[in-house]
């Protein structure tokens, strides 16, 4: 965020608490029927997942009869969402899905990314030419112009790594993103030597699980877990064949982190999965 500016999901989040806040013990569904909104509608505005418009915030702060000063300081929070600035990708629009753009969203405002994936490196430590191998693999409908996109997104996603303010990496993956021929020799091997550089970086860690890791180091969907400053709660992704899944239920990021724990034990440490990668590499040579 350039010139220390609120992002728009940040805003929207502030609003949010400051709205349940004023709800206390009235049920979602109660305050939404009195203000002609669903439950799901007054919940996803308050977790900030819902922009609240003008006409909607006039209702609530009616029926919650707050005073001149509660109005003027939740106007104020109102006027930080619909002023910001609209989000980089909304400039890929025809790409980026609902379900994708709120990852976006989330990771925009992270300080950590968890990553674990089975059998291919994750996004923010691809280079583009492994990207666009793995880019839409499956779904015929992706034209060239389309990929090309998305293979942007991805690359802007990526800045975060480099630019502040910066995002802290923990990818763990398997052997098996290392081992499978995804590209030619040369890609390959570029894919390889920038797991390296990468592993460099101060806010960067990297754990491959080695085949002899066994059962308790492969699962079956790859996922991230989205980290920020206190008291924010963590954000999870899993990711499967048929799209990403949001959990950011409690019990839900609790059981991914401890898993994402437990993978790591079983993988190699950060130098032995650096020496790994080397003599891959080497055998490319």
Not at 24 to 49: C, H, M, P, Y
Not at 56 to 84: F, G
Not at 203 to 223: A, L, T
Not at 241 to 246: D, K, R, S, Y
């Given at each position: 965020?350039?010139g ?11 609003l949010g ?6 709800r ?7 305050v939404?029927?009195?203000i002609?909104l ?7 505005i308050?977790k900030?997942e819902?922009n609240?418009?003008r ?5 609530l702060?009616?029926?919650y009869?707050v005073?001149a000063?509660e109005?003027?300081?939740?106007s ?6 619909w ?8 400039e890929?629009k025809?790409?980026v899905?609902?379900?994708?753009a709120e990852l976006?969203e989330?990771e ?10 089975p059998?291919?490196?994750?996004a923010?430590l691809q280079?583009?030419s492994y990207?666009?191998a793995v ?7 992706l ?6 996109d ?8 990526q ?16 052997e098996a993103a290392?081992?499978f021929?995804?590209?030619d020799?040369t890609?390959r ?6 797991l390296l550089?990468?592993a460099?970086?101060?806010n960067?860690r990297?754990?491959?699980v080695p085949?002899r ?6 699962h079956?969907?790859?996922?991230g ?6 008291p924010?709660?963590d954000v ?9 899944e949001m959990?950011t239920a409690?019990?839900?990021?609790k059981k ?5 724990r437990d993978l790591t ?5 950060a130098?032995?999965s650096c020496e790994l ?5 080497r055998?490319?040579?």
């Amino acid at each position: 965020m350039a010139g220390g500016s609120v992002s728009n999901f940040k805003a929207k989040r502030n609003l949010g608490t400051r709205l349940r806040e004023l709800r206390g013990k009235e049920f979602a569904q109660d305050v939404g029927r009195r203000i002609n909104l669903s439950a799901s509608q007054v919940t996803r505005i308050e977790k900030g997942e819902r922009n609240c418009t003008r006409e909607v915030l006039d209702r609530l702060l009616e029926y919650y009869k707050v005073t001149a000063q509660e109005a003027a300081e939740l106007s104020a929070l109102a006027q930080q969402v619909w002023d910001a600035e609209p989000p980089w990708w909304r400039e890929y629009k025809d790409v980026v899905s609902p379900g994708y753009a709120e990852l976006l969203e989330r990771e925009s405002d992270a300080i950590e990314r968890l990553d674990y994936h089975p059998v291919m490196v994750p996004a923010l430590l691809q280079t583009e030419s492994y990207s666009r191998a793995v880019t839409g693999v499956g779904f015929a409908s992706l034209g060239p112009d389309q990929v090309d996109d998305l293979v942007v997104v991805r690359a802007m996603r990526q800045r975060r790594i480099h630019e502040p303010p910066l995002l802290s990496n923990h990818s763990v993956f398997t052997e098996a993103a290392l081992r499978f021929e995804i590209g030619d020799p040369t890609a390959r091997h570029a894919q390889l030597d920038h797991l390296l550089d990468m592993a460099k970086l101060p806010n960067v860690r990297i754990n491959v699980v080695p085949y002899r890791g066994g059962p308790e180091g492969i699962h079956v969907s790859s996922f991230g877990i989205l980290r920020y400053e206190e008291p924010e709660p963590d954000v999870a992704f899993v990711h499967s064949v048929l799209g990403t899944e949001m959990k950011t239920a409690p019990r839900d990021t609790k059981k991914l982190n401890r898993l994402f724990r437990d993978l790591t034990r079983v993988a190699l440490n950060a130098d032995d999965s650096c020496e790994l990668i080397s003599e891959i590499k080497r055998k490319l040579d």
